[in-house]
């Protein structure tokens, strides 16, 4: 199922975390929402919906013995689809059109009541009465009679669930988020929902009310993401759940019947549901049958212990509990969704208190088999809100008190005392050395000028450490102008050199392309890398090289005026994001010599840095990016695709001419268990590039290896801190990520629970350099004269934020072992 849409730099940081834990819990919820503006010509879909007017009758629902309240009762307005349930202390509120009303309470094992009301009630004590129908005691031998009950219970619905075409009902929908100390958010809505085979669900917001410190568009409080228990599958926070009637329910559940009621002269069957995998998500928990209709009425279901989320949550417990009514027809609907959950979020040093969700709908006013208005499925939104004059046609709101689940004294507290400035961030300030270390969090925003000015400008420091400059300082100024304006600059030295870099560049989106198109003028002359990794950056092999590892790059000196131009195309448009750009640049580059070896563990004497050829290049670039951008280090897998080609000529003032293509292709298959939130994947990444012409040296491509001790995926693990290079060059590199499963499949939960999982990677690839190129380089080239192969196991997720990995080489001796970034996703 989807999910829920949503200055100092500490501040900005600890906020992104604490919002990626809010996301988790409501992805743990089952719930999704994606904003849309309120959708035109809704006036046709709402146009035969009464005005709400009438009577209110309130009061509260107890055993007649004990006093006790009966919590989620059901109410019925006699003879109609309108009803509500009690609140967890058994009030209740309906409103009715007409005096004299007869409402009809229900509670499974207590006897059935009708009450007639002659004029509008306050606070009322209906009473219900256990019912003393005597049940036999339940003695069987051989199969159990629940699996009879549910075989009929699934054939059942088949044949009614294939008459029902449409409906629309009227709901109210109550969540609520709290802390281990009091109730932090309520988000309140009353809606029209629809919902049409063929077509899903759209709902209409009538009305919304939440909290003071919650704002209108931040309430996201509907009822068409939430479950229904009655179908075939059922979406909890990404996982698809196999659903009690399921058709094929028996090959997932065993069901056992443990304990008889009585509603309405008929028996309701209590059953067992026991899971019988232990590797697809299902439920666990009760469900009641009425037994002569064979329907079901009640459930109550936590998600099964195969469903958990990796870190960082560490822990989440959720409730399902739903029923359903018939109204005295043929079709069984829901008649409420009440879901509560816990939820933990954490790694080591950085935890965010519990949070705790509830969530309560009340589903009435059914309106079976009707005929749905064109304009109620013409647009994609899936929830809209009705203008001023289609609330007020349709005439429920919270105003006038429409039929809602009263407020608990909690809930009313609530919303007497929170007010604008009791924030989410307040309410669960993250504890630990890591929070602490991000500060108080404290940020002040004014609306003068400076504040202003701060928001727009940045200062980032420049610093890298390699054997051609030694040490490089320096600092890149971005001043945003405007929304589509935006220059930059830099400026450095570099100390082995002894020379200063410097350049600068102006960016420009084009309004009148919908800010598609973007154009892009730079200057820079500094030091350039001869081979571009996909993988790593500058930064990364200055800490390796102080540490006594060797310098992964070679560097030349590049002056450089560039032209670029850039349009992004949304997935929306052709079903893919695509970006093609073109670009023109005209380069002058020179040699840098080596000038330190220096490490801070001494002793490491650094190759000579490659000679490039030196001349002009002058060049017209081609990019096309395709689907998904992919992570950094591969935590996260992709579908995507990045193509270039770049042609030099003479005729452009360069001094090569040559047309150079490259290509990386990222796929991502899921493999098993495909219910999963997280099933298992193959990744696979290829790699490759090409040439024809006069290729200098700094054009020439290279293939990933690993960086020290760490490789994330996309590099050979086998190839030691250097990049095999040539001309041309092609490469696949694939991991299968089982995740928990192994550990699952051994029986060792807490293991699993932690996140640790397993991943099984390989990679083959070659470069290839021509003979007498090769014999007339000045330099000796990381270089195989054949393919390489690798395969290995990686342990993943440990401590939540990295893996294990180990490789063997295939094509000859080698053994590498060595940490990389977890992949979390």
Not at 254 to 275: G, H, K, M, N
Not at 396 to 410: A, C
Not at 576 to 605: C, D
Request: glycine letters at 8%.
């Amino acid at each position: 199922m989807p999910t829920l849409p949503n200055s100092n730099r500490s501040a900005r940081r600890r906020s992104e975390l604490l919002t990626a834990g809010l996301l988790c819990l409501v992805m743990a919820l089952s719930i999704y929402f994606q904003p849309a503006e309120a959708m035109a010509g809704l006036a046709d879909s709402s146009s035969d919906s009464e005005s709400e007017s009438g009577y209110v009758l309130t009061g509260r629902l107890v055993d007649a013995g004990t006093r006790e309240s009966l919590p989620a009762a059901n109410i019925q307005l006699k003879d109609t689809f309108r009803g509500s349930i009690t609140n967890n202390r058994g009030f209740f509120e309906m409103r009715v059109p007409e005096l004299p009303a007869t409402l009809v309470f229900r509670y499974i094992g207590y006897e059935t009541q009708e009450v007639e009301f002659k004029a509008e009630s306050t606070d009322k004590i209906v009473e219900l009465v256990p019912s003393s129908v005597e049940l036999e005691e339940l003695v069987f031998t051989g199969e159990d009679p629940a699996i009879h009950i549910m075989e009929r219970v699934i054939a059942r619905k088949q044949i009614w669930r294939e008459e029902l075409e449409s409906w629309k009902a009227d709901a109210y929908t109550r969540q609520s988020l709290s802390n281990d100390q009091e109730i932090v958010t309520i988000t309140e809505s009353l809606s029209e929902t629809w919902w049409q085979r063929g077509s899903g669900f759209r709902e209409f917001i009538v009305d919304q009310r939440q909290t003071n410190n919650v704002l209108a568009d931040q309430n996201f409080a509907g009822t068409s993401y939430l479950p229904n228990f009655y179908d075939d599958e059922i979406e909890v926070a990404g996982f698809r759940v196999i659903g009690v009637t399921h058709p094929n329910a028996f090959r997932y559940y065993d069901f056992r019947i443990e304990d008889r009621r009585i509603l309405d002269d008929q028996t309701v069957y209590d059953i067992r549901v026991i899971p019988r995998t232990r590797l697809q998500p299902v439920f666990e928990g009760m469900i009641s049958v009425l037994g002569e209709e064979y329907a079901l009425i009640e459930v109550d279901l936590v998600p099964g212990e195969m469903i958990f989320f990796p870190p960082p949550v560490q822990e989440v417990n959720l409730s399902y509990r739903q029923q359903f009514n018939n109204y005295g027809g043929s079709f069984w609907l829901p008649t409420d969704v009440r879901i509560s959950g816990k939820l933990e979020i954490g790694i080591p040093g950085f935890r965010i208190p519990e949070i705790r969700f509830n969530l309560v709908s009340s589903i009435t006013n059914y309106e079976i088999n009707v005929v749905v208005p064109d304009s109620v499925f013409g647009r994609q939104a899936r929830i809209s809100r009705l203008d001023d004059a289609q609330r007020e046609r349709i005439g429920r709101s919270f105003e006038i008190q429409s039929e809602f689940i009263p407020l608990s004294d909690e809930e009313q507290e609530a919303y007497d005392t929170i007010d604008s400035t009791r924030t989410i961030q307040d309410a669960f300030q993250p504890t630990g050395f890591l929070a602490r270390l991000a500060g108080d969090g404290s940020v002040q925003v004014g609306d003068g000028s400076t504040s202003s000015f701060r928001n727009r400008f940045s200062l980032n420091p420049d610093l890298r450490y390699n054997r051609a400059e030694t040490f490089y300082g320096g600092i890149k100024p971005d001043f945003r102008i405007s929304r589509d304006l935006r220059v930059s600059g830099k400026i450095g030295y570099g100390t082995g050199q002894e020379e200063w870099s410097y350049g600068g560049g102006l960016n420009m989106r084009i309004p009148g392309t919908q800010r598609r198109l973007s154009l892009g003028l730079s200057y820079d002359y500094d030091t350039a890398l001869r081979i571009e990794s996909q993988n790593f950056i500058p930064l990364m092999s200055s800490v390796n090289m102080l540490a006594g590892f060797d310098d992964y790059f070679d560097y030349y000196n590049r002056e450089q005026f560039r032209a670029e131009a850039i349009y992004r195309i949304p997935s929306r448009v052709l079903g893919i994001r695509m970006e093609p750009g073109v670009s023109f640049y005209a380069e002058k580059h020179r040699s840098l010599e080596k000038t330190t070896n220096y490490s801070i563990r001494g002793g490491v004497t650094q190759r000579d840095n490659s000679a490039v050829d030196e001349g002009r290049l002058n060049a017209l670039a081609f990019s096309l990016r395709l689907g998904d951008t992919p992570a950094p280090f591969g935590i996260a897998g992709s579908t995507g695709a990045i193509i270039k080609a770049e042609h030099a000529s003479e005729a452009f003032g360069s001094d090569f001419g040559f047309m150079r293509y490259e290509a990386v292709v990222d796929v991502r298959i899921n493999t098993f268990l495909q219910r999963r939130f997280l099933s298992n994947t193959l990744d696979v990444r290829l790699e490759g590039f090409t040439h024809t012409g006069d290729l200098p040296v700094q054009r020439f491509g290279g293939l990933d290896g690993r960086h020290a001790l760490f490789t994330p995926f996309g590099g050979f693990k086998t190839a030691f801190s250097r990049m095999p290079e040539g001309e041309h060059g092609a490469a696949m590199f694939w991991e299968h990520n089982f995740r928990t499963i192994p550990f699952e499949l051994l029986g060792l939960m807490g293991v699993a629970r932690s996140g640790l999982g397993l991943i099984v990677h390989g990679a083959s690839g070659r470069t290839w350099i021509d003979d007498d190129r090769l014999q007339n380089l000045s330099f000796t080239p990381f270089y195989d004269d054949g393919w390489r192969h690798e395969a290995g196991v990686s342990l993943n997720s440990i401590f939540g934020i990295m893996r294990l990995d180990t490789a063997w080489r295939l094509d000859q001796p080698g053994f590498y072992i060595g940490v990389s970034a977890a992949r979390f996703f």
